[in-house]
Structures are given as structure tokens and as C-alpha cells.
């Protein structure tokens, strides 16, 4: 499988494609506290989700595999691909070496520190 992200127009939101892996990057409507309200102090926020393409491409959703970030969801495009490309090393790596998906991910959640090196939102 190749680096082809028009292969996946479909999906909502920035792709990433590393080999048969497709990483999700979107807006889903989700807030810091649940659903997003367009109310004072609350930020619309970020979700991913992984899942595995066969060999005809169709995409099957890895289970446990979809999280809320801490990323806003209007974060500079340059950050946005640096998320995508951690999830993708972290998640393939613990596919590799046969570790949890739900704990890798779970802990990718916290992906807008992660790129940026700042604390996590309380």
C-alpha cells in the first residue's frame, strides 16, 4: 500500500496513510467536557482514529482506537501532521510489538502536548 491520501477522500478531516495503517485527524463536534458548546471558555477539539486497510483497501476501524484529543481543533496545519505522524509511529509500533492499542492511544489523547511539548489541558 502506497502514501496515497486521495484513495481515502471520503473521510472527513486530515489523513494519514503508512502502509496498510490510515490515521483519522478530525472535528467531530467534541468539546472539552463532552459535546462542543459554542460557550464561553469551551474549545472545539480534535479526534483520531486508526484503522487497517486489506489488501482491496476497504478500511476496518481498529478497535479502541478512536480518542478525543487535547488538540484544538483549530491547531496550525504544520502541528496537525506532526500529531498524525506520532500516531502513526506510536500505534505501528505497538502493533509490532504486540502492545496495547487502547493504552497507546489512550495515551496519544493527550496529542496537542505531545507535539507541542506544553501541559496537557485540565
Do not use: H
Request: glycine content about 8%.
Amino acid at each position: 500500500m502506497t502514501d496515497n491520501i486521495n484513495s481515502y477522500q471520503d473521510i472527513p478531516g486530515e489523513v494519514l496513510v503508512r502502509d496498510d495503517l490510515v490515521i483519522e485527524l478530525s472535528d467531530e463536534g467534541e468539546g472539552l467536557v463532552g459535546d462542543f458548546d459554542d460557550i464561553e471558555d469551551d474549545v472545539a477539539m480534535l479526534r483520531f482514529r486508526v484503522s487497517r486497510a486489506d489488501a482491496t483497501g476497504e478500511l476496518e476501524e481498529l478497535e479502541d482506537s478512536s480518542y478525543c484529543t487535547d488538540m484544538p481543533a483549530d491547531t496550525d496545519v504544520a502541528l496537525r501532521q506532526a500529531g498524525l505522524e506520532l500516531i502513526a509511529r506510536e500505534v505501528g509500533d505497538a502493533l509490532e510489538a504486540g502492545r496495547s492499542i487502547k493504552r497507546t492511544c489512550a495515551e496519544l489523547s493527550y496529542l496537542g502536548a505531545l507535539v507541542t511539548g506544553a501541559a496537557p489541558r485540565a
